[in-house]
């Protein structure tokens, strides 16, 4: 007998039973009610005394229907006949799901079922059109007419109205994108037997109008995850606490199978799931988006319209048709007595949640999140017993009333689409005049992910056939400029495109919220000490990838549409002269397949260098970072293997016959170039790591990088023999301060044999830079509060060293070194920052700079910041000491929720290979890291007058943030610390932070830490 499943089978039974005893006296403590909601209640009443057989699929059983007064076509099977109970009673597992799509279709001339893609664990995502059986047979020709309200530069006037008159419109459900937030897939089968079966006038008249597509299941992998916990949690006795199982255990449900918030994907398509169903909904050009979710068991149903702050550009249309379709779903839950509301959370700032992609393609995007119950029944704190059931229902009798509403206004909205659209592609709408540029070649690889990424999403892209000037330029780090000169080959976007609203929302540099909104934030932090911003502030892609990007005047360029860019040269380039023998082989570092050839290549077997300077070789100038094989080094067959590895890595391997440099530059044999070991990567998972922290740097690694990587359970590190790996990656999360503590002395004595320790993400590196683990000499700022002065100083050294030119006949004539200091002092103080940026410690080893340092410059003047001078002050005195402490408390309410800071970056540090001088990071919350040598910071926060690129920064957070480290290494025996104060491959969107994670784990074993030499 199998036991798990006799309790699978037993628990819905009983949780059923029990539901029903609840609803005879919650229905009459109910509300007053109209004549329908009544009669489904005695329905309700009358499925109380019921027990639902199993194998008899319910088929007996009289459960009140969701959607009273409608006839069905028998011959087409209902889902409660389909499944293996009854619907709403159980969480239906996918397969479940699509096998009753499936034998409805068989049976309704109205529905096909359409496979669109598949996830990474192989699980097919289909969606479900439904329509009269003309529609559904004719589909093509629906979505070609609306393809040409989309597109309407080519539409005359009486076509249009012929299509606004004619066509149906189409509403594109999606249900249950986070996994764990079940009760949406189930409700689509209920929506999908209604329409395709319905025969009465309720749903036959709304066909006429409207095309349904059904998106059941947009996370299978994150569902099935969840499920199988949910079965495996359960027991014989049902259990109505909402903390029971039905939450599951890390890493949950909510994420795909690399934990990716697919919720945030939208405007990006990291995940093979996002890119698949771009290209399926943008087939069918919908006037409704619907995006069913669940939030916390205790609360109702929220629905929108949404609330302030609204992006900039966020379509018109949507906002007046939210509240047709807000007040139409509120009777519905009226006539039921249902609880919900509106507004009041779920902002629309940032523009690539699921609704929102779909409110900017030109869809009334709509959002639900209903109570969360987890597949069973739960108490609230009332006493009422809600079920799954009711979850359900009530995401089915949202979606039947969006839907009607769209019939109902079938005309108007579509020509408030065609109208928007039209105003996309005019001259006069507001920002149509300007133009978005792309210089290619700062990173190939992210350039044709950039390309790749709009073009999936509908967005025209050009690439000009010949130089042009740009007026009125804004650049992406560079500030304004009035006229550049672009080099041909560069991409355009023009603002003025069918999908204008996209292009304007995604690739705005900084988008600022309205006064009003700005008002009600700071006020809301001042007086409950917490934000209202329901996610990122600033989202930038352009800043993301770190490209050379740039907003002006539209131009009428000569030029060609792309969809991608062209295919790049891969593989060896053999020697010039045919014969010669093989000196080695040489990649450039310059872009991100350098490090995936490493990765891959040490796989392989072979042995790689890595050069800490610019070299020259094959007749080609390499920047430093990139890779050399030498071949003596390497296995006979190393020329097939390299080849092969090219070609996987999508990278040009340069043949070289010799080690002579053509120029002042390094010889390839020399010491600027350093063998790296193969990465034996684990990375921290399991509580109390975030998940989605832990998945976007397991989805780097693995699938990005192609790295084989353990998942070294974090409440077990002590059972690990870590001597089996190199690096170990610690994932941002909070509360790892205990645990670290607990294995400090096995972590210590790992890295100085020689590991690389890396935290991502703030409460990571918090953790590690505990004084008491003695792993950091990194402080956080609210514990170094005495000290931000002489902290300030140390900065301004780092910044300015190797700048200035030595003073020669100062120097000769035997002035002593305050003197020296003090006659350049005053230039000193004043010292902005290079805009260049990008200190240089010039050397492998920092603490050698910082004792030159030290003997010449100690009588530098410190930099007075507001902060520096408050809190310094008296040192030693406890009042000043709580009043530093109070103010800096104070300042970390406001701490950013996400924003875009320019960094500056130390080109001299094999970390930073592939980087430029300056770069924008993603930065969250208040760690704010405070360093100096000897501990190195490759890559530190600009100064407070230009940190900011993009979101929402206050000026306390600002100068909190300034001047801080974004990214230290500190070196401890053989092997090495390194601290990232923010995730560096935050959802998969900061490719250029992201490199910095991959050097640091790809070349971090022997770049940066020696590893043991064999022999
Ligand atoms: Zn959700």
Redesign the pocket.
């Known amino acids: 007998m199998s036991f798990p499943r006799e309790i699978r089978r037993a628990i819905p039974l009983l949780t059923f039973l029990l539901l029903s005893c609840a609803a005879g006296p919650r229905a009459s403590a109910g509300p007053a009610q109209s004549g329908s909601a009544a009669r489904e209640d005695s329905a309700r009443r009358e499925a109380s005394d019921l027990v639902i057989p199993f194998g008899d699929s319910g088929k007996g059983g009289k459960l009140a229907p969701f959607f009273a007064g409608t006839t069905y076509d028998p011959d087409v099977p209902t889902p409660d006949a389909l499944l293996r109970q009854p619907l709403g009673t159980f969480t239906a597992h996918h397969h479940e799901i699509l096998a009753a799509l499936r034998a409805m279709a068989a049976k309704s001339p109205r529905m096909k079922v359409v496979p669109f893609g598949r996830t990474h664990e192989g699980r097919e995502l289909v969606y479900v059109a439904i329509g009269t059986p003309e529609h559904v047979r004719d589909l093509d020709r629906v979505r070609a007419d609306l393809a040409k309200l989309t597109d309407p530069r080519a539409l005359d006037g009486a076509e249009a109205d012929r299509i606004v008159k004619s066509s149906p419109a189409v509403a594109w459900l999606a249900y249950s ?2 996994g764990d ?1 079940t009760s949406g897939s189930d409700s689509a089968l209920a929506l999908a037997y209604h329409f395709a079966a319905g025969t009465s006038a309720d749903v036959t008249d709304v066909l006429k109008q409207v095309v349904v597509v059904i998106d059941p299941c947009q996370n299978p992998d994150g569902r099935e995850r969840i499920l199988s916990q949910f079965e495996q949690g359960a027991g014989y006795v049902p259990n109505l606490d909402v903390d029971t199982m039905g939450r599951g255990r890390w890493p949950y449900g ?1 994420g795909n199978h690399y934990l990716f918030d697919m ?1 945030r994907d939208w405007m990006w398509g990291t995940q093979p799931e996002t890119r698949a169903r771009w290209a399926a909904v943008l087939s069918f050009h919908p006037q409704l988006f619907v995006d069913a ?3 916390g068991a205790l609360d109702t149903f929220l629905f929108y319209p949404a609330t302030d702050p609204f992006t900039p550009h966020f379509p018109e249309a949507t906002r007046k048709w939210w509240k047709s379709f807000g007040d139409d779903q509120g009777s519905a839950f009226d006539r039921r007595g249902w609880s919900y509301y509106t507004r009041e959370w779920a902002d629309s700032w940032y523009p690539g949640y699921s609704d929102s992609w779909g409110t900017f393609t030109g869809a009334v995007g709509i959002l639900y ?1 209903q109570a969360r119950y987890g597949g069973q029944a739960v108490k609230r704190a009332s006493g009422e017993v809600a079920t799954y059931r009711d979850a359900v229902e009530h995401q089915a009798v949202a979606s039947l009333a969006n839907v009607q509403t769209l019939a109902k206004n079938r005309e108007e909205i579509l020509r408030d689409y065609l109208a928007a659209k039209r105003k996309n592609v005019s001259a006069e709408a507001p920002g149509n005049d300007r133009m978005f540029v792309l210089v290619p070649g700062k990173n190939v690889d992210r350039e044709e992910r950039f390309v790749a990424m709009l073009a999936g999403q509908g967005i025209e892209i050009h690439r000009a056939d010949a130089a042009f000037h740009g007026r009125k330029v804004q650049t992406a780090m560079a500030g304004a400029k009035d006229d550049v000169e672009f080099p041909a080959g560069s991409l355009i976007v023009y603002a003025r495109q069918p999908q204008s609203s996209m292009v304007k929302a995604w690739l705005d540099f900084d988008p600022r919220y309205d006064e009003g909104s700005l008002n009600r934030e700071r006020k809301e932090l001042e007086r409950k000490q917490r934000s209202k911003a329901y996610d990122v502030t600033a989202w930038s892609p352009v800043h993301a990838f770190d490209l050379d990007g740039s907003w002006c005047d539209a131009a009428d360029v000569a030029k060609t549409l792309v969809r991608a860019l062209p295919a790049r040269p891969r593989g060896v380039v053999p020697l010039s002269k045919a014969g010669e023998p093989v000196y080695g082989w040489v990649v450039d570092g310059k872009n991100d397949g350098a490090v995936v050839f490493a990765a891959r290549g040490m796989e392989a077997g072979l042995q790689i260098q890595v050069s800490d300077e610019p070299f020259t070789a094959a007749g080609k100038p390499f920047v430093a970072g990139s890779l050399l094989l030498r071949r003596a080094e390497n296995p006979a067959d190393a020329a097939a293997i390299v080849a092969r590895t090219a070609e996987a890595a999508g990278v040009q391997v340069f043949e070289t016959s010799t080690a002579r440099s053509p120029d002042e530059r390094p010889d390839l044999g020399g010491q600027h170039f350093r063998l790296i070991a193969r990465p034996r990567v684990g990375v921290l998972a399991n509580s109390p790591i975030d998940t989605d922290a832990f998945g976007h740097v397991w989805h780097l690694l693995d699938a990005e990088i192609g790295l084989p990587v353990t998942q070294v359970d974090a409440q077990q590190i002590g059972s690990y023999d870590l001597r089996r790996y190199n690096v170990l990656v610690v994932p941002d999360g909070s509360g790892l301060g205990s645990l670290l503590k607990d294995n400090a002395e096995d972590l210590r004595t790992w890295v100085r044999s020689g590991g690389t320790l890396i935290a991502c993400g703030g409460g990571a590196a918090a953790a590690l830079a505990d004084p008491e683990l003695k792993l950091s000499k990194v402080r956080l700022r609210e514990s170094a509060l005495g000290e931000l002065e002489k902290l300030a100083v140390s900065v301004r050294r780092e910044r300015e060293a190797g700048k200035k030119p030595v003073d020669a006949d100062l120097l000769w004539s035997g002035k002593s070194a305050s003197e020296a200091a003090s006659a350049d002092d005053e230039s000193a103080t004043d010292a902005k920052p290079d805009a260049k940026g990008g200190a240089k410690d010039g050397t492998k080893d920092g603490s050698k700079d910082a004792a030159k340092d030290s003997t010449t410059d100690t009588a530098e003047k410190p930099a007075k910041t507001a902060d520096a001078e408050k809190s310094s002050a008296k040192s030693g005195d406890k009042s000043d000491k709580e009043d530093a402490e109070r103010r800096d408390r104070w300042m970390r309410t406001f701490s950013p929720r996400g924003v875009i800071l320019r960094a500056e970056v130390n080109p001299d540090s094999w970390i930073t290979a592939g980087c430029g001088e300056e770069l924008p990071v993603y930065f969250e919350g208040s760690s704010s890291f405070l360093s100096e040598l000897p501990v190195r910071t490759p890559v530190r926060l600009a100064a407070a007058d230009r940190v900011r690129i993009a979101g929402l920064l206050w000026p306390e957070a600002r100068e909190r943030v300034a001047d801080s480290a974004y990214c230290t290494v500190e070196g401890q025996g053989a092997g090495q610390v390194i601290l990232f104060a923010c995730p560096p491959t935050f959802r998969g969107w900061f490719r250029g932070t992201a490199r910095l994670l991959a050097n640091a784990v790809v070349y971090g074993p022997g770049a940066g830490a020696r590893q043991p030499l064999g022999w």
């Open positions: 994108i986070h937030e909510r919720n979710h669940e939030m999140e």
